[in-house]
């Protein structure tokens, strides 16, 4: 009975990294921005995305700290209670951001379809090469 080959995936993760290697932006403060735009606070988003309000809060002023702007203006209390919007800075941080994950999720599915969505039994053992 012949084998049944398989489809495979590949996943991808990127993320932004200072000079020493510490998160500056990725797909989880993504996701807080995206949430705080959707409802308009950080503890709204936060209680969506099923985090605390200091988690998001922190990883949003080491994200500002790390860029030298704000993401974020911020309207405290008041009779209508208090809210957060992102700065234009942001909206433009987030749109090339998901651009360039599209960029490389595509490119990479592309690479990974050509070289490893095939039959690898019919492929030459390159790691079995004779000197």
Known sequence: MPKKSK????????WIEDEK??????????????AIEKYGSILAA????????????GKIKVTEHCL????LTRQVGGI???GSQLTPFAKALVKKFEHL???????????????????LDDQPDLTDKKS
Do not use: C, T
């Open 101 to 119: 994950q599209s960029l490389v999720e595509r490119e990479v599915d592309l690479f990974f379809d050509e070289h490893f969505n095939v039959d």
């Open 46 to 57: 936060s209680k969506s995305l099923n985090m605390s309000y200091r988690a998001a809060w």
């Open 7 to 14: 489809k495979l995936a590949i996943k991808s993760k990127i």
């Open 21 to 34: 290697g510490a998160m500056v932006f990725g797909l989880g403060r993504l996701r807080i921005l995206g």
């Open 68 to 71: 030298g702007k704000p993401l």
């Open 80 to 82: 209508s209670g208090g």
